[in-house]
């Protein structure tokens, strides 16, 4: 009650990787000596290994918007058509920046909470062939809502397009197959699943895509994704880099290669399942109608704001969650599976969330959600017990 450790349950940033902290008081690296060049050529080839791609992968320093920005003006020209997908506040970033590249977009909307549908995205493409982009969310962090990424990859891969997609919060919780499924843009941040601080942002670029590149006329400097493949293909960077973030991605990367990709995503469904179903056992209702595995939307009880529920977070355990935005705000709160997340971090935050609503007069049934939560933690990491069979079986 009167020791309080302060913890980050957001969906960005993220719990830091405490060997990534600890690496980047090593930064007084010189960026154009071997030193670096050496820990940034096993940095672009870690995280081409985590994931999963043969495609260039880049890295700048930036926020994640960044790359979003980066992925518009390198491969687009003013006035070219596109398509967006809009269902939440990034969705919604993504027709603000194509407004600022004066591209002419078609925007397919869904309802906060509810996801566009690939079956919309592949009529809107045949409708249009001159359509040269599609940009959607993987994962919909504002509403807790997954976009079905294979699917539209595969409608866009039959077309000239290219499929931008905004991974930042969808790398590392759900599966991305990149060259599968047609993915020829994909953006991830430092800040989320590669459990370290906000400053770095990446692209995974495809030869389809670098050959649109070739036509675009869209003004560039220091986003020049064309030069900073340049000296990347060296070792260096276009610009002065974050050492420390890059000193703190590397061990991230170690991190993440010896967990396996695949490991780090069904740890994130598993918290997101758990989540789902321990809050549902309390009661409460889950807000999307296509959850996602990088953060859980709930709304609070009825009546309440859910203002109420983060701020009773934060004053009785110092637990930073996340309340809704824009709109959404007062009617959702969030908990965030990405990274650097467990399930001890999931018990404790179930818990709370009972003692929470207990004292704001809602009926619990102290362990109800808990248990919820030891129900799928037993059903994937305790061994099964053996069958014993009927003891008349064992006289024979």
């Given amino acids: 009650m009167y020791i309080k450790k302060q913890r980050l349950l957001t969906p960005g940033p993220t719990p830091l990787l405490p060997a990534a902290l600890h690496a980047m008081m090593g930064s007084d690296i010189h960026h154009r000596t071997e030193d670096f060049r050496t820990l940034y050529k096993q940095v672009l080839s870690d995280l081409k290994h985590v994931l999963g791609t043969s495609n260039d992968v880049l890295v700048l320093v930036s926020s994640g918007s960044g790359g979003l920005e980066a992925a518009t003006q390198n491969f687009f020209s003013p006035g070219d058509e596109v398509l967006v997908c809009s269902a939440g506040k990034f969705g919604e ?3 603000d920046i194509m407004k600022a590249w004066g591209m002419k977009a078609t925007v397919l909307t869904a309802p906060y909470g ?30 807790g809502t997954q976009h079905d990424v294979k699917s539209m990859g595969l409608a866009v891969k039959k077309t000239n397009a290219i499929f931008v997609v905004d991974a930042i919060t969808g790398i590392g919780t759900m599966p991305l ?7 020829d843009i994909v953006v991830g941040g430092s800040q989320k699943a590669f459990m370290i601080p906000p400053g770095l942002a990446f692209l995974s670029i495809s030869p389809k895509a670098w050959a649109l590149a070739d036509s675009a006329k ?4 220091y986003f020049d994704l064309k030069r900073e493949k340049k000296n990347a293909d060296s070792g260096e960077s276009a610009w002065t880099p974050n050492i420390a973030l890059l000193l703190a991605l590397a061990e991230a990367l170690k991190y993440i290669k010896s967990i396996g ?13 758990a989540t789902r179903e321990a809050v549902q056992e309390l009661g409460l209702e889950l807000f999307s109608s296509s959850p996602g595995s990088s953060v859980t939307a709930v709304r609070p009880p ?20 996340t309340n809704g935005q824009g709109s959404m705000k007062g009617q959702i709160f969030r908990l965030a599976h990405l990274g650097y997340f467990d399930f ?7 818990a709370e969330l009972e003692l929470i609503l207990a004292a704001n007069g809602l009926p619990v049934r102290f362990g109800s959600g808990v248990a919820a939560v030891q129900n799928v933690y037993a059903g994937a990491a305790l061994p099964k017990p053996a069958v014993r069979e009927p003891e008349a079986a064992l006289a024979r």
Avoid at 304 to 318: A, L, T
């Fill in 344 to 350: 001890h971090d999931l018990f404790a935050i179930v």
């Fill in 93 to 95: 970033r993504w027709v």
């Fill in 302 to 321: 009825a009546g309440m704001d859910s203002g109420v529920i983060v701020k009773e977070f934060r004053n009785r355990f110092n637990a930073i969650i």
């Fill in 114 to 143: 509810d996801a566009v549908h690939s079956e919309t995205v592949e009529q809107t493409l045949a409708k249009n062939p001159a359509i040269k982009g599609v940009f959607v969310q993987a994962s919909e962090t504002s509403t």
């Fill in 218 to 221: 869209a003004p560039r400097f």
């Fill in 261 to 273: 990709m695949d490991k780090l995503v069904e740890n994130a469904q598993l918290l997101a399942r």
């Fill in 177 to 183: 197959d990149i060259a599968g499924w047609g993915l």
